[in-house]
Nanobody, 124 residues
Framework: QVQLVESGGGSVQAGDSLRLSCAASGRPFSPFHMGWFRQAPGKEREFVVSMRWGGGSIYYADSVKGRFTISNDNAKNTVYLQMNSLKPEDTAVYYC?????????????????WGQGTQVTVSS
């Protein structure tokens, strides 16, 4: 069983930066895509960004393009989300997820493994 553990959330002011980490453990880890989603209170889980594991295509939601950057360290089975110029509307629980389907997808139902989530709160 694959386990994903996020860290790095917190409370910041608008304009600040945060870096989230997601460490994978368990059986040999070779997803097709790794992604980040977020969920604000009363809202559905929202796609943020996804990347092809091992390098290649990266897809960002329009709402974070130019401000957020995803990266990974294959040797550490870890994916990162650098979040700059944070806005109050970025406030949410952020989830790391891994997909084994063989195509890019923004739908949460196509991601088989999920972390427990980490809270990000941005105040104005």
């Amino acid at each position: 069983q694959v386990q994903l553990v996020e860290s790095g959330g917190g409370s910041v002011q608008a304009g600040d930066s945060l870096r989230l980490s997601c460490a994978a453990s368990g059986r040999p880890f070779s997803p097709f895509h790794m992604g980040w989603f977020r969920q604000a209170p009363g809202k559905e889980r929202e796609f943020v960004v996804s990347m092809r594991w091992g390098g290649g295509s990266i897809y960002y939601a329009d709402s974070v393009k130019g401000r957020f950057t995803i990266s990974n360290d294959n040797a550490k089975n870890t994916v990162y989300l650098q979040m700059n110029s944070l806005k109050p509307e970025d406030t949410a629980v952020y989830y790391c997820a891994a997909s084994t389907v063989g195509f890019f997808t923004t739908s949460p139902i196509n991601y088989q493994y999920w972390g427990q989530g980490t809270q990000v709160t941005v105040s104005s």
